[in-house]
């Protein structure tokens, strides 16, 4: 770290990298070769940094990412009890069924972790990647649910329509997700030479769009089903100078928990200095609504 940390009320998001390996070869993961040797994981130490965490912002968010959270519900389930309510909680996923693990497993534990569940996030890509469970399922889940789908590289545009009609009879928000990889500040709020957005438009119907220094929402209405056009960075960190007192900070928006507990932050090999973060200095969330009527949006 070369400044004092900044981060908005409530606390830097926290994302949680399951210890075990999901099994999928997604070609945009990101993470993957980090699974390719375990022996380095150590899920006591991520219990460590989850109640440390907790212990410095007590009302953050949390994520569990992966990997695949729910490869090993047993270790997920022992993380999450030892998270309060205080804090909203995700899981990214991509709904497992397998051997050993049923739907009815699935559902009993989200059913168990209802109370605590703000959304669990499940992967449905136009172009399959992985072997996926029936759509029937996700409305079976007894807590919120949305469907995320990275719109990648030469998507099948002409699909769009039959993808969201998947999800309309169910009810199930749906997010397209842009290649983060590929963002960048210039393209973020980019409207003109969006191919992603120009495909949504003669689809659907505009409502709004929210963002903030770091992300931004294109939402949409497709027959009454909730559609977002999700775009970030991809990196959580932004150093700014504060024209209040002067202060050149780095302004932080996740943390990220490895596998083996390290805590960093940024999706880099940067550690957060735990004593300065003790330390860190709130200011108000800038994610903002910057056109639209947008007050009944998911999450």
Request: contains cysteine; hydrophobic residues 30%.
């Amino acid at each position: 770290m070369s400044n004092p940390y900044k981060t908005r009320k409530g606390g830097a998001t926290v994302t949680v990298f399951a210890p075990y390996d999901c099994g999928n070869h997604c070609p945009f993961c990101i993470n993957k070769g980090e699974y390719s040797d375990t022996s380095w994981f150590d899920q006591d130490k991520i219990e460590e940094s989850i109640k440390l965490m907790d212990s410095i912002t007590p009302e953050c968010d949390f994520v569990f990412t992966g990997g695949e959270p729910l490869a090993d519900r047993r270790n997920l389930q022992k993380m999450i009890d030892l998270i309060p309510g205080t804090h909203r909680l995700f899981i990214n996923t991509t709904l497992p069924v397998f051997d050993g693990q049923s739907k009815e497993d699935l559902i009993e534990f989200t059913e168990h972790n209802k109370d605590k569940l703000t959304c669990i996030n499940i992967s449905r890509h136009m172009q399959h990647y992985v072997t996926e469970t029936p759509d029937s399922y996700l409305a079976e889940l007894k807590c919120p649910v949305r469907v995320n789908c990275v719109l990648y590289k030469d998507y099948p545009a002409e699909r769009l329509p039959e993808y969201l009609d998947r999800w309309v009879g169910f009810g199930i928000p749906v997010q397209f997700r842009f290649d983060y990889t590929a963002t960048t500040p210039e393209n973020l709020y980019d409207r003109e030479h969006d191919p992603i957005l120009a495909d949504l438009n003669k689809i659907a119907d505009y409502t709004g769009l929210d963002g903030c220094r770091m992300r931004c929402g294109f939402h949409f209405d497709y027959k009454g089903l909730e559609l977002t056009y999700h775009k970030t960075l991809p990196y959580s960190t932004i150093v700014e100078t504060d024209p209040e007192d002067g202060i050149t900070y780095d302004i932080l928006y996740d943390i990220v928990v490895k596998q083996n507990g390290e805590i960093r932050s940024d999706w880099n090999e940067y550690v957060l200095d735990i004593e300065a973060y003790k330390n860190v200095k709130y200011e108000p969330y800038d994610l903002h609504i910057i056109e639209g009527d947008l007050e009944h949006t998911t999450f």
